[in-house]
């Protein structure tokens, strides 16, 4: 599989002719860091976690908005990161699945997804979990039908949906009563 950049790349015109492309600095606090990052203006919040930082939890699925695989918390709401131009997130707060635990304790959710086995090839896990985090800070899911479908932008292959479903209505009450975060 190539890279956005390597595509882009391969396209540039080489010798007398060509004119580089400039990067643009962005500032974010990522994982409760401040970060000053150099982004290509077509690089997706995806590629610059997965290719540049090395943040790989969030999974490349489709890259097209439609499996979930790389859901991020951006300004604490869950987002596509493969739908999202990275120069979009310039002064922006965003959380991946690195950044949920706190030291070697784990966030409620992730605790809730391993009590529920609520993973069978892990593929989805980070997404998912970074939804249902998502999910708890928008408020509006009360009952297993509500997370059903509020959920339901998260694919699993595997079929895990009632273990799922199961772990985010566990610990959906500790997730409101942090605000969602750790």
């Given at each position: 599989?190539?890279?956005?950049?390597?595509?882009?790349?391969?396209?540039?015109?080489?010798?007398?002719?060509?004119?580089?492309?400039?990067?643009?600095?962005?500032?974010?606090?990522?994982?409760?860091?401040?970060?000053?990052?150099?982004?290509?203006?077509?690089?997706?919040?995806?590629?610059?976690?997965?290719?540049?930082?090395?943040?790989?939890?969030?999974?490349?699925?489709?890259?097209?908005?439609?499996?979930?695989?790389?859901?991020?918390?951006?300004?604490?709401?869950?987002?596509?990161?493969?739908?999202?131009?990275?120069?979009?997130?310039?002064?922006?707060e965003l959380t991946t699945v690195e950044g949920l635990a706190t030291g070697?304790?784990?966030?409620?959710?992730?605790?809730?997804?391993?009590?529920?086995?609520?993973?069978?090839?892990?593929y989805c896990t980070p997404g998912q979990i970074c939804s249902a985090i998502?999910?708890?800070?928008?408020?509006?899911?009360?009952?297993?039908?509500?997370?059903?479908?509020?959920?339901?932008?998260?694919?699993?292959?595997?079929?895990?949906?009632?273990?799922?479903?199961?772990?985010?209505?566990?610990?959906?009450?500790?997730?409101?009563?942090?605000?969602?975060?750790?």
């Amino acid at each position: 599989m190539h890279t956005n950049r390597e595509v882009f790349m391969s396209a540039i015109p080489t010798g007398a002719a060509a004119k580089p492309f400039v990067g643009h600095s962005i500032n974010l606090v990522l994982n409760g860091q401040a970060r000053q990052l150099e982004v290509l203006p077509w690089t997706t919040l995806l590629d610059l976690l997965r290719e540049q930082l090395d943040l790989t939890g969030s999974k490349k699925g489709c890259d097209h908005g439609q499996c979930g695989a790389c859901t991020v918390l951006l300004n604490g709401k869950r987002i596509n990161a493969c739908l999202t131009l990275a120069v979009m997130c310039d002064g922006a707060e965003l959380t991946t699945v690195e950044g949920l635990a706190t030291g070697d304790k784990l966030h409620p959710m992730q605790q809730a997804f391993i009590k529920h086995d609520a993973f069978q090839c892990g593929y989805c896990t980070p997404g998912q979990i970074c939804s249902a985090i998502g999910l708890a800070r928008e408020g509006r899911a009360h009952d297993a039908a509500q997370i059903q479908e509020l959920m339901s932008g998260n694919l699993c292959r595997c079929g895990a949906y009632n273990n799922i479903r199961d772990a985010v209505q566990e610990a959906l009450p500790a997730c409101r009563a942090s605000g969602g975060e750790r």
